[in-house]
């Protein structure tokens, strides 16, 4: 087993050791919410990926022919022809050490095999196995013997960075408004802080809005929560819903603290254009008059931005202010399929080397 345990490493990092060995399997262990399978689902669907992800816990030993898995966040029963080999398929198995041994059994010819098989089935030489599961304080249940740990790749996942947050973000089009207060806040990226949580009087307890076993049913941050908090945002600015009357529905995702602080954040927001309202009229949508302001809309069409679009955006862009076009085309750039695509039409990179200029 090759062994990166001495130190942590970040989702971003992983993703990319696991692009370039499809031939290894790779079990990500970390806290709850550091992103190890939903940022990894982001990381390799950004890579033109079409990702399978494993209820492998929840598998009756009695019948591992009908696969829980989670696909568009339903949970469905697969059976054979959910397995049909194809180019660029990723399968995580998540939660993999606490699934019963003979489950365990099951996938090992799909996590070693040379070629990898499963259900009857040879699978392309590209094909990745991805095993999830939690590190040590969180390891209950876990029964995944020393025999298959010694033939994968182990990686512990530290807590996202911004950067990395920033790179799911945008890869899935996140609300602005929850980007924002993601890269000011810190303790919002921080997933479990164990010397915190022993802590309860510490001076900042108020600002930790991680997993806290004390309280294991309370909601925390994370990238999943994130994801839902941008999704209840982008919904209720659609509805016509204040975001501060939505208190209760973003409390109930990421926590009573996280919502304190992010609606604080929120405030500092005084004209938020939708992206529909963009998308809609570019020409005619408001132009805000803060640059601030103007920022926040910049990141919301980098976030959007996609291969459909993508002339209608810049119709809209361009009417920034050339600091704030500047902070489009850096985020649009962290979308490097996207760029890839959008490569060939000059007007593209007309306008992405006006926005740098």
């Avoid at 494993?54 to 696909?71: C, E, G, L, M, T």
């Avoid at 900042?204 to 994370?222: C, E, K, M």
């Avoid at 132009?287 to 679009?309: E, F, G, H, W």
Wanted: proline share 7%; aromatic share 8%; glycine share 4%.
């Amino acid at each position: 087993m090759q062994i990166l345990s001495d130190s942590k490493v970040s989702i971003e990092t992983a993703a990319k050791l696991i692009l370039a060995s499809p031939k290894s399997a790779f079990f990500l262990q970390g806290a709850p919410g550091v992103g190890k399978t939903f940022a990894t689902r982001a990381a390799l669907e950004a890579a033109g990926y079409s990702v399978i992800i494993v209820d492998v816990q929840n598998i009756s030993p009695d019948d591992s022919a009908s696969i829980p898995i989670v696909k568009d966040g339903t949970l469905t029963f697969a059976g054979h022809e959910k397995w049909v080999p194809r180019p660029r398929l990723a399968i995580i198995l998540d939660e993999f050490p606490k699934a019963a041994p003979n489950v365990c059994n099951t996938f090992l010819p799909l996590i070693f095999g040379r070629p990898r098989r499963f259900l009857e089935h040879e699978y392309p030489e590209d094909t990745i196995v991805v095993l999830t599961g939690n590190s040590a304080e969180f390891r209950t249940g876990d029964v995944m013997k020393p025999h298959i740990r010694n033939r994968i790749v182990e990686l512990n996942i530290a807590d996202p960075t911004p950067q990395s947050m920033l790179k799911v973000a945008l890869d899935l089009g996140w609300d602005s408004r929850v980007i924002n207060w993601a890269q000011n806040t810190p303790a919002a990226l921080v997933s479990y802080d164990a010397e915190m949580v022993t802590k309860p009087d510490a001076e900042n307890v108020d600002r930790y809005f991680g997993y806290d076993p004390r309280f294991p049913q309370r909601p925390f941050v994370s990238l999943r929560a994130l994801e839902s908090v941008s999704i209840l945002l982008n919904d209720f600015t659609e509805a016509g819903i204040d975001p501060f009357e939505a208190r209760a529905a973003f409390a109930g995702t990421m926590g009573e603290r996280a919502t304190q602080s992010f609606l604080a954040d929120l405030r500092k927001t005084g004209e938020f254009v939708p992206f529909s309202t963009i998308l809609a009229n570019p020409m005619t949508a408001k132009i805000p008059s803060s640059l601030y302001d103007q920022r926040m809309v910049a990141l919301q069409c980098a976030a959007k931005t996609d291969t459909k679009n993508w002339e209608i955006v810049l119709n809209y862009v361009d009417q920034l202010h050339s600091e704030v076009r500047q902070v489009y085309s850096m985020n649009i750039m962290i979308k490097q399929e996207l760029v890839s695509k959008l490569a060939r039409y000059p007007r593209w990179n007309q306008m992405i080397q006006k926005a740098t200029t």
